[in-house]
């Protein structure tokens, strides 16, 4: 069953939204974007999540007391590196963590063979941030032989297209942000219609 997640939340209304109708997993930008959230914003939307939906903290290039800081009070399930971060640098922070490899060729695609974190996370690369463009990329670049189990498929995915993603990319997990917002701002018709379109999927009802 593919999981879904929904990244960017900032407001209740929309974890609410999400949690209602059965997202897997929530994510909190720490990072420099129009979606960035402070830690006392963040732990305010925590406590709206149930504990078996796994909350993630999204950073770019962070020092570790800035990560440390978040996950002291914010309750964080994994930490989503999503800027150029050494393999040393994240095994030295103790929370479970997810590599983004932004995808513009094979050779991106190929770095996942050396990257040892609990999942890694296929983007598109950024424009104006490091993530959430609502850009997908060429989703036969992940044609190859790759831990599908630990693969998470996020870039411009929405409810009209996120079928056909699962079906040509097998990934555990989608991960949608700009697909679920109208005027920049998340809505919660679209969470609706985005987590109800990976479950009709899953469950064979899938046009
Ligand atoms: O969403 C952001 O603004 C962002 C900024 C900086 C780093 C990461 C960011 N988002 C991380 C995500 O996991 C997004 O969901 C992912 O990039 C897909 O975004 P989209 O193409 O908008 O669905």
């Not at 960017?8 to 997202?23: N, S, T």
């Not at 796994?54 to 770019?60: A, D, E, N, S, Y």
Request: charged share 30%.
């Amino acid at each position: 069953m593919t999981k879904v997640k929904i990244c960017g939340l900032m407001e209740p209304p929309h974890v609410q939204a999400a949690v209602e109708a059965g997202v897997d997993a929530v994510g909190f930008v720490f990072a420099p974007s129009r979606r960035r959230v402070a830690i006392e914003q963040a732990k305010e939307l925590a406590r709206l999540v149930p504990d078996h939906v796994i909350k993630i903290g999204v950073f770019v290039n962070a020092e570790r007391e800035e990560m440390e800081q978040a996950f002291l009070e914010v309750p964080l399930d994994y930490i989503q590196y999503h800027g150029d971060e050494t393999v040393e640098f994240m095994e030295f922070v103790a929370l479970p963590s997810i590599k983004v490899l932004s995808v513009r060729d094979v050779e991106d695609v190929k770095r996942a063979k050396a990257v040892q974190t609990e999942y890694v996370l296929f983007d598109t690369p950024g424009t104006e941030f490091r993530g959430g463009s609502g850009e997908a990329f060429d989703w036969s670049l992940l044609n190859g032989d790759l831990p599908r189990d630990r693969m998470i498929l996020a870039g411009g995915l929405n409810a009209q297209n996120v079928k056909e993603a699962i079906r040509q990319v097998r990934p555990f997990m989608v991960d949608v942000s700009s697909g679920v917002e109208i005027d920049r701002r998340k809505d919660e018709a679209l969470i609706r219609e985005f987590i109800r379109a990976v479950k009709e999927e899953e469950s064979g009802d899938g046009n």
